[in-house]
Each structure stands twice: as C-alpha cells, then as structure tokens.
C-alpha cells in the first residue's frame, strides 16, 4: 500500500516560515491535500489539490507537490498555528484514501 | 452552513457492535461523496471508509474491510457506519467528512464533523 512520510515534529519561530513535508514514491502525479487538526478539535483542510487554498485560511498557508515530495509552507507562523497538520492522496493502487502519520508544529 | 453531526458512539464489548450516524444540513447531501476517518487516542488520522453519492460504490480500510459497512439515506441527509465484530483497537474518534464532488477518488476532503468517541474494552 502507498506510504506517506511526514517528519514527526517541526519547531519554529514566530514570524518564521515552517516548511512541513511530505514523502511518497512519485507523489507529484497525485493531488495533495493537507489538514490541520489543533489540540482537541477537528481538522481543517487547509490547502486541496495540491495548492488551493480554502475560503477562509490565510495566505501564509500555501503548498506545491513535485517529484516524491510535496510542501506545506506556513509564512510568519503564528502561535495559533501550533497544531498537527496531516498530507493526504488517493492511492489508486489499492482504493484507499491514504494520511501522514502527522507532523507535529511548535511554535516557540 | 455546511453543519456534519456525528452521533451514536459510546462503548461496547469486544465483538459488540455499534452504528454510528452523521446528520448532514446546509448543502445537497446527495451530490457528495462522503467518508469516515477515525483517530485513536494519541494517533493520527486514519481512513476508514468512503461513498459515493448514490451509494453504489463504496470502498474501506483492510483494518475494517468486513465488519464495518458504510450506508447512506439521501432522504435523509444521513451518513451511517455499522460496526460489527468489535475490537479494541477499533477505539477511537470517530469523524465524517464531506468531500467537495461526486468523485469518491478524487475529490478533497472539505469539511469535518466534531466527531464522536468509540470505546471497545471489556
């Protein structure tokens, strides 16, 4: 089955940029979707199709997908975006929606 | 509003079963894909199983493939998932999602329930 590796942690600074990625075995030919979940709440989908970005989620979140990896950028992270933030693709191989293990971001 | 409310969680015995509901307001239920995600305590997300807006296609995790069954009730604007043949690692929260087309396969995730919690134990 297709696998998703994400880093399981990422801390930086306010008003840095957090770059949150994800692996997978020719990821570039699949759509992208990331979700943010924070701490006892639902997730949020935060970028679909590999770089849109929802009505509502600020344009410090944008994403790109090439070759086996793709990239959750977050500009000027704030401390409201401490939060665990998950990649997910169709596997068309097995027919199953497949997520990242999550990558846990602290902002310091 | 797009508003997703999950509902019938609680616990049960291993080998129990349960069903869960999710009640959809605010769009046209029956145009949309619709899948269920769950987490563990202390886990990340896991897929568990997804429909299409008929209902004839629907497609499931090997974790669950065989003693959980997703359903829908367009008329309803309803979401089911009946779990069978409990165990312990089925515990965890429960979430429906919406997706953004008809494309079971294709199409994002664009909103989430609050989900409700499963516990399996004995």
């Known amino acids: 089955s297709y696998v998703l590796t994400q880093p399981p942690s990422l801390s930086v600074a306010p008003g840095e940029t957090a770059r949150i990625n994800c692996g997978g075995n020719?990821?570039?030919?699949?759509?992208v979707h990331w979700h943010q979940q924070k701490s006892g709440q639902a997730p949020v989908v935060v970028i679909s199709?590999?770089?849109d970005r929802p009505s509502g989620i600020p344009e410090r979140f944008s994403g790109s997908n090439s070759g086996n990896e793709a990239t959750l950028t977050i500009s000027r992270v704030e401390a409201g975006d401490e939060a665990d933030y998950y990649c997910?693709?169709?596997?068309?191989?097995?027919?199953?929606?497949?997520f990242g293990g999550g990558t846990k971001l602290t902002v310091l | 509003e797009v508003q997703l409310l999950e509902s019938g969680g609680g616990s049960a015995q291993p080998g129990g079963s349960l069903r869960l509901s999710c009640a959809a307001s605010?769009?046209?239920?029956?145009?949309?894909?619709m899948s269920w995600v769950r987490q563990a305590p202390g886990k990340g997300l896991e897929w568990v199983s997804v429909?299409?807006?008929?209902?004839?296609?629907?497609k499931y995790a090997d974790s669950v493939k065989g003693r959980f069954t997703i359903s829908r009730d367009n008329s309803k604007n309803t979401l089911y998932l009946l779990m069978n043949s409990l165990r312990a690692d089925d515990t965890a929260v429960y979430y429906c999602?919406?997706?953004?087309?008809?494309?079971?396969?294709?199409?994002?995730?664009?909103?989430w329930g609050q989900g409700t919690m499963v516990t399996v134990s004995s």
């Open positions: 999602a919406k997706q953004s087309g008809s494309e079971y396969n294709f199409s994002a995730f664009d909103k």
């Open positions: 199709y590999d770089s």
């Open positions: 605010g769009f046209s239920f029956s145009i949309y894909a």
């Open positions: 997910q693709v169709w596997d068309s191989g097995s027919d199953h929606w497949v």
């Open positions: 429909i299409s807006p008929s209902g004839d296609n629907t």
């Open positions: 020719n990821i570039g030919v699949k759509s």
